[in-house]
């Protein structure tokens, strides 16, 4: 079978060219991305805009009709040919077009006269500002933007293959990104049901529509076209492309060189940097007997041994920056590869922001790397500064986790692509004498219903009680809660209670107006920012998600092994109140230190870790891509009542879990302090 470079070979290629190597090749390769199309089409929800898409070209009421269904190369290149020759205005969904060993299928082309207009279809955001394509370019003009780059090259080897493929090359091409469109709200209710995702087979899922559904019955227009012709110039002509093989590289060189790289199966090494952090070809499962490309290429360029590649390596360091550039990358440019031998002065930010306590984030780093120089497995704990701020603290205390769902066509009418859902929230209560309860929780799956504001008036019904603390993990509490905040008051249609919830939000949040930051007189408390400033633990390796930093807590103290790991001790009649389990012991004391991996899976033999990691564009500590997928998922009406109520019962196990853990956290955290 031909070795032909397509649309996501040449991305791969730009992100780093030794994946080149690497890919299509499952059974020698370990490959971490997600081996499921179904759920990732789920959880990023953008699939679904190419189908939409297709009913803003045509006007013939079976959209599927312009689409090429084959998969056969070079059947879909005959029938793509047959249909550019007819007369008349065509449109094509899926066309193909090839050249040498270059192969597209273009997502969007519409015939008209002697002009191909191509239309990348893309569920990433843009608002009217992107009509002027220098938004597309670096600040100083000589370079499109990181953030832009993989879509505009993507469009621009697309036109390339178009302007060269034997039966396409006498056309005048135009290029165009299709975007979502966040300036503009759904006109209806229940755009995303009608493109529903259906999984196939183990390896496939195709998005469906309402047999017969027209255009007109999609409200207005969430899609946003625009022409990256002259971006595309500069690409070809101008500017050199964003590669690590060589500077100054042209678009057609670079395209040539991977081509030829792929078609013969070659392997070329190149500089390792901060790109390895994310590389997919890593084995992380020694006993799949698969390869790890990622340790091919450290060995290759660090000549280190299998053995000393086994020791935590610099890419493990928590993330930052020391000056402009990447820490990770730094330390690479300067030979250091072993976290061991990381050196301070490499690593230090120019300025620092000095907190009045706890950690600054190069003295965390160095703690991290002192460790594994000493071999000490011991946690790190700053009991002063932590009672300091537990002084602060007023009972009872409240933990709230929310999860969301963020998705490219909206499930409600009045709302913008990506605006956000909170569908769901946790809130444990733990009391000045120590009792815990799992107080109140919030679920809204129900199709076609809206639930941010029932969400927050629900909330509000929780804590408007007492003055007690509300902590959170990290930003997205806050993000979401200001976010309803706004939605609430631009709303013509807002609730009669709108005033009562905002002040509501206001007083349990801060926000920024201007410069200044504005905090609520109840501002909730972080506790991600607390583990960063007064805890380490070697066990979590650099990261400070919930889900590593429980189990580290937990192995730090007897007194959570002991009470969690019990029987007779969680449940809804027992000593710890719960609102989901009967009689559910979290710890494993023998095996393992992880409540989570008590749970089973939201979707079967689909892990929560595995669907977290979708949503890590987006979220930083990588939380809820479980709950997301599932919210998405529920939102078809067709999914029978039995798998609906299990997942919604797993939903709420999982959510009860993410409020106890931080409950958990603040229960070692004083054990600690009790022993010292
Ligand atoms: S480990 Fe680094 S160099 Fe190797 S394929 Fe991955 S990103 Fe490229």
Redesign the pocket.
């Known amino acids: 079978m031909s070795r032909y470079l397509t649309k996501s070979r040449f991305k791969e290629a730009l992100a ?1 060219i ?2 080149l190597y ?1 890919t299509k090749k499952k059974e020698e390769y370990a490959d971490t991305q997600l081996a499921d199309p179904f759920l990732e089409a789920l959880a990023k929800g953008g699939f679904q805009v190419g189908e939409l898409a297709k009913y803003y070209f045509t006007d013939d009421p079976v959209a599927e009709n312009i689409t090429i269904n084959t998969l056969n190369y070079e059947a879909a290149l005959a029938e793509t040919e047959r249909r550019l020759a007819m007369p008349g205005r065509v449109v094509i969904a899926e066309a193909a077009f090839k050249f040498e060993n270059l192969f597209i299928r273009a997502d969007i082309v519409v015939k008209e006269n002697d002009t191909l207009y191509l239309y990348e279809v893309k569920a990433k955001s843009a608002s009217d500002e992107n009509e002027d394509t220098s938004t597309f370019l670096s600040s100083r003009g000589d370079r499109v933007s990181s953030d832009w780059a993989p879509y505009v090259y993507d469009l621009a080897f697309q036109k390339h293959v178009m302007a060269h493929c034997a039966f396409s090359c006498n056309y005048q091409i135009k290029a165009h990104l299709t975007l979502a469109n966040k300036d503009a709200a759904a006109s209806i209710d229940g755009l995303n049901q009608f493109f529903k995702i259906i999984k196939q087979d183990e390896d496939g899922y195709k998005v469906v529509a309402p047999a017969g559904l027209k255009r007109n019955q999609l409200g207005n227009q969430i899609l946003k076209n625009i022409n990256l012709d002259e971006v595309i110039e500069k690409v070809w002509n101008v500017f050199a492309v964003p590669t690590d093989i060589a500077a100054n590289m042209s678009f057609v060189d670079f395209v040539n060189h991977a081509s030829g790289i792929y078609h013969g199966n070659e392997r070329e090494f ?1 500089a ?1 940097g901060k ?2 952090k994310t ?1 997919q ?1 890593i084995n992380k499962n020694k006993e799949s007997g698969l390869k790890s ?2 340790h091919e ?2 060995k290759e360029h660090t000549q280190y041994s299998d053995e000393l590649l086994q020791k935590p390596l610099v890419t493990e360091l928590w993330g930052g920056k020391a000056g402009s550039q990447s820490i990770t990358q730094k330390l690479i440019e300067n030979s250091i590869y072993l976290l061991e031998n990381t050196k301070e002065e490499l690593i230090a930010p120019k300025a620092t922001s000095q907190p009045i306590t706890g950690l600054l984030p190069l003295e965390r780093r160095m703690t991290q790397v002192i460790k594994v120089r000493d071999n000490d497995t011991s946690s790190y704990f700053e009991a002063t500064g932590l009672k300091d701020e537990m002084y602060k603290w007023t009972y009872p205390l409240h933990f709230i986790d929310f999860e969301t769902s963020m998705v490219a066509l909206p499930f409600h009418k009045g709302l913008k692509p990506y605006q956000g859902i909170a569908f769901q929230f946790s809130h444990h209560v733990m009391h000045e004498n120590g009792t815990v309860e799992h107080k109140s929780q919030f679920l809204a799956t129900e199709p076609g219903v809206y639930p941010n504001y029932d969400f927050v008036r629900a909330l509000k019904h929780e804590l408007e009680n007492d003055q007690g603390t509300i902590f959170r993990y990290h930003n997205h509490e806050n993000s979401y809660l200001n976010m309803i905040a706004t939605q609430l008051e631009t709303n013509p249609d807002a609730p009669a209670d709108a005033v009562a919830l905002v002040e509501f939000i206001r007083k349990i949040t801060h926000r920024k107006i201007g410069k200044d930051t504005v905090c609520g007189e109840r501002n909730m408390v972080d506790l991600y920012e607390l583990v960063l400033q007064y805890y380490y633990s070697p066990n979590s390796k650099g990261s400070n998600s919930l889900k590593q930093i429980l189990p580290a807590v937990i192995k730090d103290s007897a007194y959570l092994r002991q009470k969690y790991g019990t029987k007779g001790m969680y449940g809804k009649e027992l000593a710890v109140k719960s609102l989901n389990f009967d009689d559910h012991v979290w710890i494993d004391p023998n095996k393992n230190h992880d409540p989570y991996k008590t749970l089973p899976a939201v979707f079967d033999n689909y892990n929560r870790e595995v669907l977290d990691e979708l949503i890590k564009d987006f979220d930083e500590v990588g939380d809820g891509g479980a709950a997301l997928t599932a919210y998405n998922y529920l939102q078809f009406a067709e999914v029978p009542h039995e798998q609906r109520a299990l997942i919604a019962d797993a939903l709420l196990r999982y959510c009860e879990l993410d409020t106890l853990a931080m409950v958990m956290i603040v229960e070692g955290w004083r054990e600690m302090m009790n022993n010292l």
């Open positions: 780093c030794t994946k690497y190149t390792i790109k390895c590389c070809y490309g990622f290429c450290w």
